[in-house]
């Protein structure tokens, strides 16, 4: 009954893939996001999903794109892998008002060879 | 634009001892403040937060945490650390729409 989950958990692919990352919540919430913690631990927001609508983009590249069939599952397709998108990719939601916890899931262990 | 500034890298305390994790941060509204924490091989939990009203909050696991506005700062507290406590902690601001700035991290070792 994990509230926020993500699969794979681990993911070892060889450059030039195409991956997906899937997540799903059951907390009811209606905002859902994608965080990229890189090897130096620093956690950045790359999207935000309101309502199956694409709220928050934050310059990542086009090869990253977010899929969100319905309001508790957003999806991460990531072509064309580069050795430089090595990283702990992390899904999260809350309710969309300003200030409610955003709950992360376990993370997803991504290693391009 | 927001920024959260966490200046310990890592801190090392000995069992039983009282912790102090730093926390700064940069934003123009009244901010939203966040504590989560990360045990090695692990997604992010939360410990607390601050939205308004009492600037001291409790979290869990015996943390708590005391907001300062004239010193922009959200320092986080316990006064005595276990050795389960051993993570990385990170601190973060709400930046509009519920996006979270996190600071660098602080890595909390803990010695017997």
């Known amino acids: 009954d994990t509230a926020v989950s993500q699969t794979p958990k681990y993911l070892v692919t060889q450059m030039g893939n195409d991956k997906s990352i899937k997540c799903e919540q059951n907390?009811?919430?209606?905002?859902m996001y994608w965080y990229k913690q890189d090897s130096k631990k620093f956690l950045k927001i790359m999207f935000s999903y309101n309502n199956k609508e694409l709220i928050i983009n934050e310059t990542v590249p086009n090869r990253f794109s977010p899929k969100s069939p319905d309001k508790a599952h957003l999806n991460l397709h990531i072509n064309s892998l580069e050795l430089g998108d090595s990283a702990v990719y992390f899904c999260?939601?809350?309710?969309?008002?300003?200030?409610?916890?955003?709950?992360f899931g376990e993370g997803s262990w991504l290693t391009v060879v | 634009a927001q920024s959260v500034t966490q200046p310990d890298i890592h801190i090392t305390v000995s069992e039983g001892a009282s912790l102090e994790l730093r926390c700064n941060y940069s934003y123009g509204a009244t901010p939203y403040l966040f504590w989560y924490v990360q045990s090695p091989g692990q997604g992010l939990q939360l410990l607390l937060k601050y939205f308004s009203g009492d600037t001291l909050v409790q979290g869990i696991k015996g943390f708590e945490a005391e907001f300062k506005r004239s010193q922009s700062s959200f320092n986080l507290r316990k006064p005595s650390v276990h050795w389960s406590d051993a993570a990385e902690y990170f601190c973060a601001v709400g930046a509009g729409f519920q996006k979270l700035v996190f600071g660098t991290g602080t890595r909390l070792l803990v010695s017997p």
């Open positions: 907390l009811g919430h209606d905002t």
């Open positions: 999260a939601s809350s309710l969309s008002e300003s200030g409610n916890t955003i709950y």
